[in-house]
């Protein structure tokens, strides 16, 4: 069983930065897709940014250029470092990850299905 811990949320004021981290309970993270997901309250669960095995990265149109996921595969531990925090960047944030043994292939990797394993979440809080 696959258990995945996030941190790093937090409050912050427009224009800040936070980094979140992932730490994932596997052999390896090099076996594994991995992505960030988030949810506001009343709004639906969002992709915001994943990395493949090779370490290729994709990202939701809303964070291009203010986020960017990393990977320590000798760490076990995802990052999303987030820069020029908006107020509608609130939200949960949540590490997601799949095998590549078994995902379903989407072609942004940011529609949520794909990923059998979830995080608990860490709230990140961006006041205007």
């Known amino acids: 069983q696959v258990q995945l811990v996030e941190s790093g949320g937090g409050s912050v004021q427009a224009g800040g930065s936070l980094r979140l981290s992932c730490v994932a309970s596997?052999?390896?993270?090099?076996?594994?897709?991995m992505a960030w997901f988030r949810q506001a309250p009343g709004k639906e669960r969002e992709g915001v940014a994943t990395?493949?095995?090779?370490?290729?990265?994709g990202y939701a149109d809303s964070v291009k250029g203010r986020f960017t996921i990393s990977k320590d595969n000798a760490k076990n531990t995802l990052y999303l470092q987030m820069n020029s925090l908006k107020a509608e960047d609130t939200a949960m944030y949540y590490c997601?990850?799949?095998?590549?043994?078994?995902?379903?292939?989407?072609?942004?990797?940011?529609?949520?299905?794909?990923?059998?394993?979830w995080g608990q979440g860490t709230q990140v809080t961006v006041s205007a």
């Open positions: 997601a990850a799949a095998s590549f043994l078994t995902v379903r292939r989407t072609a942004t990797m940011l529609e949520g299905p794909e990923y059998n394993y």
């Open positions: 990395i493949d095995r090779e370490g290729s990265t």
């Open positions: 596997v052999y390896t993270l090099s076996n594994y897709y």
